[in-house]
């Protein structure tokens, strides 16, 4: 999911982060280093936010996730020790091979993680104290290093490491930073005294409370806890040694000022809901701009919800976010797999429609699984129903569709496109699709209820810029194609444009008939073969609208004057207003108020041809002319 986001240029990702791990060498780690947090889940996230295709930052990520082997590191750690300490000088020859070229990649690129693990290296023989390398990752070494040398400031190790790896997300511990440890309670009364008990094997009972802790418990006090008579002193007791910690001014800043809130799928009682129980993470989630809120379930039980069903672990969410009937919209929407590849594992739905929250809750029922792998959700499918699900948030409209037509007195095409407008599967994206022509009569006609055909008279010469003004201010459908030109066109072409908008957050779709070379010269010799001068104005004009553009947007168009555009109203809404009210315009102004509010723009290649006798030169001359204009005025 993480790398699918980054995958958009469009997006500016936060990942908000616990770090009460204390599992193998994570907890030896902590147990070295008093008051450190643990680092394995920051490690794995900012593996995840480097990018492969720089011969450093993929030197990076294996670095963060090699691991020493079980048996046998003495002379890899002998050797990358000598490294932090010598850099290029050092023999590598002892190293591992797969580690060998991925510190001469480092030693040319950054120093600096010489100095986090020479740090580490110092502390560690200060204290004396031995320390365990098997399967322990070299990464979670470089967070210990850099929390040393920022004075024990977890926070400020997390940042310096985004930093000096260029992380393409920003990484923020979601508390201040406060030393906990995370002890649970279930409901058979049985206590999992640190992290790495919740996320391993156990029996069903349910995890009913858990507390932060500032020091593990002794073998004696847990003891005394666990021979206590039932579950309330259990958890009474636990409350007294409960600790609790504060957001952190980074997380809080992330949330108020996100479009988007995802609740991330993963280990629920140690990665996520630990998270949900900050100090005023509540408030912060209340009074953020967000418009969507959205909750990913996961899609296998894991050891510690092997008991809950989907709708349990949505609920206690909202409990810990002190919002259990969900008036506050803390959640707004939650994805749920409904299928599994691998039977008996996948988590219940439960009571998807539970009264405390359903009136402010939409959930969102459908296969997000990998393919390939059982349990793991596909990043492209899950990201592409988050976005699906912003855009009908941030601009409510109904899923349908308007076509406008203008075919500039051509009507024998009439009955043409009628014919294939009848025969095009609409249903697959829409609810009802309306066909509008221009100043044509049309025949008597039958039609399914989700099908409209209507004749409209306009007279503008870009009656196509009009008729998207009206859709702007006065309709509620949220996709507008428009098609104008003394060419033909396709309306298949508006479902292949639609491939686009609904995976990408276009704005618009532009129809580009200058993409196959056949096609664009066949079109000029039928509408200007009777006239050589005609044919190499336009041959020229072709190539002089695409310099204009660039010159003006810096954005290369290959067809900056189609006929063919289709709009997406949720992508739309910082011009809507401006659309509204548009009285003289032409195409290429349509085109100039989107680049100037940096509405994103697709081309795809469509279906198009003239013919001979149809063509309106006059016609076509005059807004050539309109839209050079228009392109700066």
């Given at each position: 999911m993480i790398r699918e986001f980054l995958r958009r240029s469009d997006i500016e990702l936060n990942a908000l982060i616990n770090a009460y791990d204390d599992g193998l060498s994570t907890g030896e780690l902590r147990d070295l280093?008093?008051?450190?947090?643990?680092?394995s889940d920051f490690r794995k996230n900012l593996a995840n936010f480097l990018h492969w295709h720089s011969n450093y930052q993929y030197a990076l990520t294996r670095l963060?996730?090699?691991?020493?082997?079980?048996?046998?590191?003495?002379k890899e750690?002998?050797?990358?020790?000598?490294?932090?300490?010598?850099?290029?000088?050092?023999?590598?020859?002892?190293?591992?091979?797969?580690?060998?070229?991925?510190?001469?990649?480092?030693?040319?690129?950054?120093p600096k993680?010489?100095?986090?693990?020479?740090?580490?290296?110092?502390?560690?023989?200060?204290?004396?104290?031995?320390?365990?390398?098997?399967?322990?990752?070299?990464?979670?070494?470089?967070?210990?290093?850099?929390?040393?040398?920022?004075?024990?400031?977890?926070?400020?190790?997390?940042?310096?490491?985004?930093?000096?790896?260029?992380?393409?997300?920003?990484?923020?511990?979601?508390?201040?930073?406060?030393?906990?440890?995370?002890?649970?309670?279930?409901?058979?009364?049985?206590?999992?005294?640190?992290?790495?008990?919740?996320?391993?094997?156990?029996?069903?009972?349910?995890?009913?409370?858990?507390?932060?802790?500032?020091?593990?418990?002794?073998?004696?006090?847990?003891?005394?806890?666990?021979?206590?008579?039932?579950?309330?002193?259990?958890?009474?007791?636990?409350?007294?040694?409960?600790?609790?910690?504060?957001?952190?001014?980074?997380?809080?800043?992330?949330?108020?000022?996100?479009?988007?809130i995802v609740y991330g799928p993963g280990t629920q009682f140690s990665s996520l809901l630990p998270s949900y129980k900050t100090t005023g993470i509540d408030e912060a989630l209340f009074a953020s701009r967000a418009c969507i809120k959205i909750f990913v379930t996961n899609i296998h039980r894991d050891h510690d919800i092997q008991a809950f069903s989907a709708t349990d672990i949505v609920r206690k969410a909202l409990e810990l976010l002190h919002d259990p009937k969900n008036k506050r919209r803390s959640i707004t929407h939650v994805l749920y797999t409904n299928r599994s590849r691998q039977p008996g594992a996948l988590l219940p739905h439960g009571e998807a429609a539970a009264e405390e929250f359903i009136e402010n809750l939409k959930w969102i029922d459908g296969e997000f699984e990998n393919p390939t792998k059982?349990?793991?959700h596909s990043g492209y499918l899950t990201v592409r129903q988050i976005f699906n699900a912003y855009e009908d948030a941030l601009i409510p409209a109904e899923p349908k569709l308007d076509i406008y037509v203008n075919l500039y007195k051509r009507s024998l095409a009439v009955s043409q496109l009628i014919q294939e407008f009848l025969e095009l599967p609409w249903q697959i994206y829409f609810k009802q699709v309306r066909l509008r022509f221009n100043n044509v009569e049309l025949p008597p006609l039958n039609l399914p209820e989700h099908l409209v055909i209507e004749s409209v008279k306009r007279d503008e010469m870009f009656s196509e810029v009009h008729e998207l003004s009206?859709?702007?201010?006065?309709?509620?459908?949220?996709?507008?194609?428009?098609?104008?030109?003394?060419?033909?066109?396709?309306?298949?072409?508006?479902?292949?444009?639609?491939?686009?908008?609904?995976?990408?957050?276009?704005?618009?779709?532009?129809?580009?008939?200058n993409q196959s070379h056949n096609q664009f010269y066949n079109s000029l010799d039928a509408a200007y073969g009777e006239s050589p001068l005609l044919y190499v104005c336009s041959l020229a004009g072709r190539f002089i609208f695409s310099l204009l553009f660039v010159l003006r947007f810096g954005v290369i168009f290959s067809d900056p004057l189609t006929g063919f555009r289709l709009y997406n109203r949720s992508s739309l809404a910082s011009v809507l207003?401006?659309?509204?009210?548009?009285?003289?315009?032409?195409?290429?102004?349509?085109?100039?108020?989107?680049?100037?509010?940096?509405?994103?723009?697709?081309?795809?290649?469509?279906?198009?041809?003239t013919f001979e006798g149809f063509t309106n030169t006059k016609w076509r001359l005059l807004r050539s002319f309109r839209n050079a204009w228009r392109i700066f005025f």
């Open positions: 280093i008093p008051g450190m947090l643990g680092p963060l996730e090699f691991r020493f082997p079980e048996i046998d590191q003495e750690v002998a050797s990358l020790k000598d490294w932090a300490a010598l850099g290029s000088d050092n023999n590598l020859s002892t190293v591992s091979e797969k580690l060998r070229p991925v510190m001469l990649e480092l030693d040319r690129m950054s993680v010489r100095g986090y693990l020479t740090a580490f290296f110092e502390y560690q023989d200060c204290h004396n104290e031995a320390f365990q390398f098997g399967n322990c990752s070299i990464g979670n070494l470089i967070f210990a290093g850099a929390y040393l040398k920022n004075n024990r400031n977890f926070n400020a190790a997390a940042a310096d490491l985004a930093r000096e790896f260029h992380s393409r997300a920003k990484l923020l511990n979601v508390t201040q930073g406060e030393n906990r440890i995370l002890v649970a309670l279930k409901e058979d009364g049985s206590i999992l005294e640190r992290e790495a008990k919740i996320v391993s094997p156990q029996n069903e009972a349910k995890i009913i409370d858990f507390f932060f802790l500032e020091n593990p418990l002794a073998p004696d006090e847990l003891t005394r806890l666990r021979l206590l008579p039932d579950i309330a002193a259990k958890r009474a007791a636990l409350q007294t040694l409960h600790r609790p910690v504060s957001i952190s001014p980074e997380a809080r800043e992330a949330l108020l000022h996100s479009d988007i059982a349990g793991v009206e859709w702007a201010s006065s309709r509620s459908s949220k996709y507008l194609a428009t098609i104008s030109g003394d060419g033909e066109y396709r309306l298949c072409d508006i479902l292949n444009g639609m491939e686009i908008l609904t995976q990408h957050s276009f704005a618009a779709v532009y129809g580009s008939r207003e401006k659309f509204s009210r548009l009285s003289d315009h032409s195409a290429s102004g349509i085109t100039k108020i989107l680049m100037q509010n940096k509405c994103e723009i697709a081309e795809i290649p469509i279906s198009y041809r």
